[in-house]
C-alpha cells in the first residue's frame, strides 16, 4: 500500500470525544520509549508527524492521524512509566482501557515490544488483559538495528518460548527498526488487507 497522505487529526484524553468511528483504526501500544510514534512516522514516511523524544512518557494522549483519508492510526501514551504520580499512572491507565475497549472501529492494536528485552511481566499481562476482552492485536518487535542478528534471533527464540508456556497459539509477529524502516512494508500490507472487513458499527 502507498501512503499518500497523512494528517494529524486531534488529541485527546476520553475515547468518546475521539473522531466518529467511520473508518477503519489501528493503534499503537507499549511500554514509554518502546518506539510507538518513531513507528508510526516510519510507517507514514514522516518524520515529525508523531511527536517523539529521547525521555519516556512523551506521548501522553490519544492522538489520531488520518491516513490516505481511508483509515485511521493513533499514537497512544506508554504504560508502565514509572516517572509519575500514582494518580496520574491509574489516569492513564482508565484513559487507554476505556478507549481499547469502547472504541468499535478498532481492527487491530499493535503491541510493541523492545527487542533488546527480556520478556516482562507488564507486556505478558497486557496482551493477557487484550485476549480476555477480546480486544485484536499482532506483536511488534521495536529497535532491531540496535542488536546484532544472532542477539535479535536469540530474543525473539526466548519471547516466544516464553509465550509458548502460557498461550495455545502466538499472535502474529512483526520484526521492526523505525531506524532503518524495517518491516514497515509488512505493517502496511496487513493494515492493507484489514481494511476491507471493516464495517461501521452503527
Ligand atoms: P512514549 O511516547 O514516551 O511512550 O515513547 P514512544 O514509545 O512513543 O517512543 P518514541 O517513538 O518517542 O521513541 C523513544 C526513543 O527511541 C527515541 O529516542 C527514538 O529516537 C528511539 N527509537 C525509536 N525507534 C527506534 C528504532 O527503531 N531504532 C533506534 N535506534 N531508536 C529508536
Ligand atoms: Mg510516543
Known sequence: MKIKTAEFVISNTDYKLCPA???????FIGRSNVGKSSLINALVNHK??????????KTQLINHFSINKAWYLVDLPGFGFA??????????HDMISEYLVNRTNLMCLFVLIDSR???QAIDQEFMQWLAEKGI????VFTKTDKLGKVALAKNIGTYKVEMQKTWEELPQIF?????????MQEIADFIENLNPQFKEII
Do not use: D
Not at 48 to 57: D, F, R, V
Not at 136 to 139: D, E, K, T
Open 48 to 57: 515529525n508527524l508523531a511527536k517523539t523524544s529521547g525521555k519516556p512518557g
Open 136 to 139: 485484536p492485536f499482532v506483536m
Open 175 to 183: 520484526i521492526t527498526s523505525a531506524e532503518k524502516k524495517t518491516g
Open 21 to 27: 468511528p467511520k473508518m477503519a483504526e489501528y493503534a
Open 117 to 119: 528485552h527480556k520478556p
Open 83 to 92: 516517572k509519575i504520580s500514582k494518580k496520574m499512572r491509574a489516569e492513564f
